[in-house]
C-alpha cells in the first residue's frame, strides 16, 4: 500500500504543477484591470439611457450569408433620429470575421444595415447609438446561425 502512494503521490503533484502553470501561462484575461473606471463609464451611459428613454429592437435572427440588419429606435416612444447608429457583428469562435458599419436611416427611428455571415455557429451583434460623439445606448443579442 505504501509503494501506491509512493508512485500516486509524485504523480498527482506533477500534475497539479502542470495545471497551474498552463492557467498562469493561457490567461485569457477575462478580468479586467481598470474594472472601476470602465464601470463608471457603462453606468452614466445606463443613467442617460434611461433619462432618455432610450429603446432599440432587437434584429431579426441571422443566417449564412446575406443578411438585411433592421433595427427601430426610439426615445420615449418616439422615433429617435438625433444620432448615429452603428452595428458591430461578431463570430464568438473566430475574430476575423468582427466588422462594424454604421446603419443608414431609412425612416424615422428605422435604422439598417447589411452584414454578411460566412459559416454556422454562434454569432453576436451589437447596436451602439451615439449622439455627439458620446455612447448613448449599447444593446447585445446572441444568435445561433445554423
Same mark, same amino acid.
Given at each position: ?15 497539479? %504543477? ?7 501561462? *493561457? ?5 479586467? &484591470? +481598470?474594472?472601476?473606471?470602465? $464601470? ?36 420615449? %416612444? ?7 447608429? *452603428? ?5 464568438? &469562435? +473566430?475574430?476575423?470575421?468582427? $466588422? ?47
Amino acid at each position: 500500500m505504501k509503494l501506491f502512494f509512493y508512485i500516486v503521490y509524485p504523480i498527482f503533484f506533477f500534475a497539479m %504543477g502542470c495545471g497551474i502553470y498552463i492557467a498562469y501561462k *493561457s490567461a485569457d484575461g477575462l478580468v479586467d &484591470s +481598470n474594472y472601476y473606471e470602465n $464601470s463608471r463609464g457603462y453606468f452614466q451611459s445606463k443613467a442617460l439611457e434611461e433619462k432618455l428613454g432610450i429603446a432599440v429592437s432587437r434584429p431579426d435572427t441571422l443566417k449564412l450569408g446575406h443578411n438585411v440588419i433592421r433595427v427601430k429606435a426610439t426615445s420615449h %416612444g418616439k422615433p429617435f433620429e438625433k444620432g448615429a447608429l *452603428s452595428l458591430f457583428i461578431g463570430n464568438l &469562435s +473566430n475574430t476575423r470575421y468582427d $466588422s462594424t458599419m454604421f446603419m443608414q436611416k431609412l425612416s424615422p427611428g428605422i435604422y439598417q444595415a447589411t452584414a454578411t455571415i460566412p459559416f454556422k455557429g454562434m454569432w453576436f451583434a451589437r447596436v451602439d447609438l451615439k449622439q455627439q460623439q458620446h455612447l448613448i445606448s449599447s444593446k447585445k443579442w446572441f444568435f445561433e446561425v445554423k
